[in-house]
């Protein structure tokens, strides 16, 4: 049997193989799916801590370049030259310093403002829901059908049970004790993994290269090292721009809304630059819910609200977001908003985070192989 005539045998019996796998699939597929969250479970530590070592790798790597810097110029002095290992310990060191710092002060300063502010909110809806209905009729707006809904859900009353059993819904989330403790215990244990990776990511990036150029022929090697260095690029500059932006966006809408005193500036503030993490749907949720809020108090201030996001976010999305991410994603609109809502549908939020940027290695090794074939067979298309 000559060389090509293996090939294609080896090629029919893969065929055969995943031809048999999934048809069996399909006829047991409850079966394969509890398999399936049932290996998702059991690696859900691993995927944390995967997913906590790729967002704070990013300021690992800005402190490793900050001391290297600073080194550089201590070098001139004491003529002696810092080792690596000790640049890397200090800016993991100084990485999870930040992280905690930030994380106390969210829970110990913010948590508490968003919940006054949320509190308030019942209390601002029975108050201020006339003033709205005589704002609507001075602009010759019928609101009997406004009222009769609104009676007929008895919003307001709604709103205030919702609000007064606040501690009573959090007691009961809290009782689910397995639940509560199963997620402390994945956290807690992906965070001890995503130290560990940290730490050790120079002596696995060379075990896994050796691996790789052991197992596999030069060839094949290296363009899988290309492959893991443009996901390694795209993860960093995605989730380091997208940290950055969001933060950048959420302090515009602090300081441009206290300028106009406009109500809940803080929640407003905090919600759209959380949900600025999420590209295209986060932004529009995040105007939802401000002008929702507002609304409530001031119809008028509710529409300033939006020219305001507006503006905002055509500042952010032409001008702040470009020159913070670059075009390292590459990705067309319509792939990341599909990136996204699988990636939802799949781990969540943190499925997001993944889903965006891998979609965006994915089309672009798509794309490089696509224009290499067509440069292979002379075809042009403009």
Known sequence: MDDKTKGYFKYGLLFVFISITMFAAFNNLGSVLAFVRWVVDISMPLIIGVLIALILNAPMRGFCKLLGFLASKLKRKIGKKIPASFLDGSSLVLTLIC?????????DVVVPRVVNSVSGIGDAFM?????????????????????????????STLIEQMTG??????????????????TAI???????????????????????????????DEKKADRLCEIARLCSDTFFYFISGQCLDAFILGMMFFFVM?????????????????LALIPYIGSLVGMLAGFLLIVMISPMKALGFVVIFLVLQQIDS???????????????????????????????????????????????????????????????IK
């Open 165 to 182: 059993n606040m501690t009573t819904l959090v007691d009961t989330a809290y009782s689910a004790a397995s639940s509560v403790v199963n």
């Open 258 to 274: 206290s300028i106009f005193k406009m109500p809940y500036t803080i929640v407003i503030s905090m919600f759209i630059g959380f």
């Open 99 to 107: 992280t905690a710092l930030i994380i106390y002060h969210v829970f």
């Open 127 to 155: 108050m201020y829901y006339p003033k709205l209905l005589a704002s609507l009729k001075s602009y010759g707006i019928d609101t009997a059908k406004i009222e009769q809904l609104i009676n007929v859900l008895n919003v």
């Open 318 to 380: 032409h001008l702040i977001y470009p020159k913070i991410v670059g075009n390292s994603m590459g990705l067309p609109a319509i792939w990341t908003l599909l990136a996204a809502l699988l990636g939802n549908a799949i781990l969540g939020l943190p499925g997001m985070l993944i889903f965006i940027p891998l979609t965006s290695v994915l089309y672009t090794l798509l794309r490089e192989n696509a224009y290499l074939r067509l440069r292979e067979k002379g075809i042009e």
């Open 186 to 216: 994945n956290i807690f244990t992906g965070t001890i993994i995503a130290i560990y990776v940290l730490a050790g990511k120079k002596r696995l990036k060379c075990q896994c290269k050796k691996l790789t150029y052991a197992y596999l």
